[in-house]
């Protein structure tokens, strides 16, 4: 049975990714991967929402609190939420910097505002760098799920049908039937969480119930000390760069910046299923203690109290998480690299060499995931620390016109070196998150080098003063940029 609703609910998804290609525009490489800026508010929502609530939040979360308590989720809850304030001022800046400099990736804003192709480069390299092991997460949370719920699959057939079934996504017709596919992710991973909680509730006879083992180990529900600082930096430092980074390449593809705000107002909603995530973690602690793999609780606690085809849902939200996030990293990966790695490609009429791309990235992760999953997922928190160091150049392009290019490029290696040297000694200065402290030191190199270089800056006002050039809207009193 759970195979079975499964393979339906995974056919099913296939099916729509291919009949919503029909409205599609055939207009080359734009279309894939922006959909020639035109998909509606509501597309965007469950876009972005399709690539913030991931595998990592069906399996991730609960095991995290499973085995590390409260703090790990007052930073993941914290900083999603602390994002979305952040995301309702910077997303629609972020759209109108898109389609200021006809960019369809984060360095073609960057070249498109600075005129430097160094800038570019390393902003594609670090992008490169996260996206990777990004992906692997992304298989190795599907081997997790499907290995846990005992479908009849071994790794191997894991790796390339996921690889197939997010080709077939993207290869239909890019971010649009991506786009409708992430609908109907939402629809099985919000039914499976739920019926998961609401079983939860019913076995422990109410809620106190599923907070017993807290009583327990009062460890479970009090942050203190360091786990309180890394939480804190944490949620500042990835809230900040949370629509800036990776999520951003699919913000150019709404149809408007007012479309980008009405998404970005309703996606909060979604944190009303983290509270039945954390009953399934606290009532997983009392019943299913010392699991050798934390990320399974999830799994574990809905086999032993759900029937055979709650479980088979729960399969398929779970395995559509997944594979939304594989089809949208392949989509930004090919972006980048046939737009800003390899000019050839950029002035392409067809999506031939987009498609290629996007099929040798999930073929190249798909074997890292299999032969060095381990080496892959340990380089996951780095390479998302690395994006961090985005966020000063963005702050150049909305904001703050004095910044430099050639600043701008020392301050991002400044800070990836920081990342790395912090990472790889094992040092959490004050406990507070890595990112952060590179993130600090980045900023200050930028703007003191910003001050001393006189070449590199700007021809061109930053977006959050060209609203009505941009736009075409009323953007009230104009303030000149610093």
């Not at 197939?164 to 969480?193: E, P, Q, W």
């Not at 972006?335 to 009429?349: E, Q």
């Amino acid at each position: 049975m759970i195979a079975i609703i499964f393979g339906v609910v995974i056919v099913f998804s296939v099916g729509v990714a291919f009949v919503v290609r029909r409205g599609a525009t055939d207009n080359g490489p734009m279309g894939t991967l922006i959909a020639d800026r035109s998909l509606p508010s509501w597309l965007i929502f469950f876009l972005a929402v399709g690539e913030i609530y991931s595998i990592g939040t069906m399996l991730g979360f609960p095991g995290g609190i499973y085995a590390k308590g409260a703090s790990y989720g007052i930073w993941f809850i914290g900083y999603i939420l602390m994002g979305y304030i952040f995301g309702y001022f910077l997303a629609p800046l972020v759209w109108r910097a898109g389609k200021a400099y006809d960019a369809v990736t984060v360095p073609d804003v960057m070249y498109g505002h600075y005129k430097d192709r160094l800038l570019e480069k390393l902003c594609a390299i670090t992008f490169i760098v996260a996206l990777i092991p990004w992906a692997v997460f992304q298989f190795i949370g599907l081997q997790t799920v499907l290995g846990g719920l005992g479908l009849p699959l071994n790794r191997a057939e894991t790796i390339i049908g996921a690889a197939i079934i997010a080709f077939l996504y993207v290869g239909a017709s890019g971010v649009r039937s991506t786009a409708f596919v992430a609908v109907i992710k939402d629809l099985f991973m919000l039914m499976g969480i739920v019926l998961a909680g609401i079983a939860v509730v019913i076995a422990a006879k109410g809620i106190p119930g599923v907070f017993a083992a807290a009583v327990t180990k009062p460890d479970l529900g009090t942050v203190t000390g360091g786990a309180l600082i890394f939480a804190m930096s944490t949620i500042f430092v990835q809230s900040l760069q949370f629509y800036l980074t990776l999520p951003a390449q699919f913000l150019f593809s709404a149809s408007s910046e007012s479309s980008i705000k009405k998404s970005v107002i309703w996606m909060p909603l979604y944190m009303l299923m983290y509270p039945l995530l954390v009953f399934v973690a606290y009532y997983g602690v009392r019943h299913a203690p010392n699991l050798a793999n934390a990320d399974s609780i999830f799994l574990v606690v809905i086999r032993d109290l759900a029937p055979e085809w709650i479980v088979g849902l729960v399969a398929a939200g779970a395995g559509l998480a997944g594979l939304i996030v594989l089809a949208g990293n392949s989509l930004m990966f090919s972006g980048v690299v046939s737009r800003n790695l390899v000019p050839s490609m950029r002035d392409a009429t067809t999506s031939r060499g987009v498609n290629f791309v996007m099929a040798a990235f999930l073929v190249v992760t798909a074997v890292l995931s299999s032969l060095a999953s381990s080496i892959m997922l340990s380089y996951l928190g780095l390479a998302l620390a690395l994006t961090t160091q985005l966020v000063p150049a963005w702050f150049g392009v909305m904001f703050f016109r004095r910044l430099k290019a050639p600043a701008l490029s020392v301050g991002l290696v400044t800070g990836c070196v920081i990342v790395a040297f912090l990472y790889f000694s094992g040092m959490t200065p004050g406990g507070v998150n890595t990112g952060l402290i590179a993130l600090s030191v980045n900023l200050v190199v930028s703007v003191v080098l910003s001050i001393v270089i006189r070449a590199g800056r700007s021809d061109v006002e930053p977006v959050g003063m060209r609203a009505r050039e941009i736009v075409g809207a009323f953007s009230g009193r104009r303030v000149d940029a610093v």
